[in-house]
């Protein structure tokens, strides 16, 4: 579902009831879970506080539809590196790592912004086609 895709294969629209619906906590647990992510990490990527965080895990709250946009393009750029790097211990090593093409930043710190996710996805697609990254 988070693979790029054509808007035509219903997968688009499938993301975008998603996001309008709200992500889940039991959505971001996976994901969390899944790249090893601390709640630090975590509070960066939604851009909340500890207390907002903590509120809507014990009420079980979905993301607001800005935090979950967010999230999914967060996800989709870690989903195309696991497609790129084929094991998520290898893109939870890299994540975390601080990289030269990203000016010494670790791409995790650059998930929480739209322009950080981009530049990430450009460096994992330079690195999916042999360029030096």
Do not use: C
Not at 49 to 55: A, D, F, H, P, S
Request: charged content about 25%; overall charge positive; proline content about 2%.
């Amino acid at each position: 579902l988070l693979k790029p895709t054509a808007t035509d294969d219903g997968r688009a629209f499938k993301l975008l009831a998603l996001e309008r619906a709200g992500i889940t906590q039991a959505q971001v647990a996976s994901l969390q879970k899944r790249y090893a992510l601390t709640d630090q990490d975590l509070l960066s990527l939604l851009s909340i506080n500890t207390r907002t965080l903590q509120r809507r895990r014990s009420a079980k709250q979905r993301l607001t539809m800005s935090e979950g946009s967010s999230f999914l393009e967060a996800a989709r750029v870690l989903a195309f590196a696991t497609s790129v790097f084929e094991e998520d211990e290898k893109v939870i090593r890299w994540i975390k790592r601080p990289n030269r093409a990203l000016n010494n930043e670790t791409p995790l710190a650059l998930l929480s912004t739209s322009t950080g996710r981009g530049l990430v996805h450009d460096v994992i697609g330079r690195i999916a086609h042999g360029v030096f990254a």
